[in-house]
């Protein structure tokens, strides 16, 4: 894990303790992400992010809305992964960005309390990984 990402880490768990965010947290956000926490918070804002959760196993996955006018949704792991185009681009191929404005999007709904949550079977969860 790189030491930006070390720095992120304690700011989420911090923010997750307390179910809040305060301008300095904000701002070594923004110094580690940029724009696309700007985005990010934006999509927060609009109640874009949706915990979907398996029972019994209490697996889960984010869906996250996109800001384009088609309003697409991303299934993403807020640490490891996001379907969205940005995220092969910027992230995987050429190593610019930490991580995308809907993985941030999905770690500050988590760590503030702002996910709507949808429970579904253990089955549906996995038919919708496997469209991964």
Known sequence: ???????????????????????????????????????????????????????????????????????????????HYCGCYSFFYDIVNRGEQLCCKHQLAARLAESLGACTEVRVSDEQLAVLLSNL
């Open 1 to 79: 894990m790189s030491a930006s990402m070390a720095v992120a880490d304690s700011v989420w768990k911090t923010m997750e303790s307390t179910r809040s965010v305060t301008n300095e947290q904000l701002s070594i956000l923004h110094f580690l992400f940029g724009k696309n926490l700007e985005r990010a918070t934006r999509i927060v804002d609009q109640r874009g992010v949706k915990r979907i959760s398996g029972e019994p196993s209490g697996r889960s996955i984010f869906q996250v809305v996109g800001e384009s006018r088609r309003k697409e949704e991303y299934l993403c792991f807020p640490e």
